[in-house]
């Protein structure tokens, strides 16, 4: 399995997240693992 960690500022609605989030949703996952590192809070 391979693992990959990302590390973004939030889950929130961003081109970046997004994009992520759309991969993590249609990727094998019994061949790789997605692990998510968020560095800021969200904000309110």
């Known amino acids: 399995m391979i693992r990959?960690?990302?590390?973004i500022g939030s889950?929130?609605?961003g081109g970046a997240e997004t994009f992520l989030v759309n991969l993590y949703?249609?990727?094998?996952?019994?061949k790789v693992q997605f692990d998510f590192a968020i560095y800021n809070e969200p904000s309110e």
């Open 4 to 7: 990959v960690l990302q590390i």
């Open 25 to 30: 949703r249609n990727i094998d996952r019994d």
């Open 11 to 13: 889950l929130e609605r």
